[in-house]
């Protein structure tokens, strides 16, 4: 079990966010390809659906799961599929129907670890 901070930037939706999850990771810390599952929550800023020049932030709760391949110990890449419940959609980069005010939205994204 363990933490894991998480920032990101699109630049094709002009958002960031920032993301914290508790990860457990599956089977051996020997072998090189390891599952893992995740909860957490975050906040989303990007551009206002009535106001596009100003940011606006939403919150999530997210659930993920991935498979990394660590190269050390402390140096690994990874894959995963992020799955998220927008708990407002005042910003443009939650990808949700104009007319919702919350719902689902998911994700892939590939990366590198760094543990220490």
């Known amino acids: 079990m363990g933490l894991r901070a998480t920032a990101e930037y699109s630049a094709a939706a002009k958002a960031y966010s920032l993301q914290l999850n508790a ?22 800023v990007s551009p206002g659906r009535t106001a596009p020049a100003s940011g606006q932030a939403d919150g999530y709760l997210n659930v993920l799961g991935g498979v990394k391949y660590a190269f050390t110990e402390t140096l690994s890449i990874f894959a995963e599929v992020d799955g998220r ?25 590939l990366g590198a670890h760094l543990n220490f």
């Open 23 to 44: 990860t457990r990771a599956f089977g051996s810390t020997d072998g090189l390809f390891q599952p893992y599952v995740g909860l957490g929550g975050g906040l989303l």
């Open 85 to 109: 419940y927008y708990l407002s959609n005042k910003g443009t980069g939650t990808g949700l129907a104009t007319d919702s005010s919350r719902g689902i939205g998911a994700g892939v994204r």
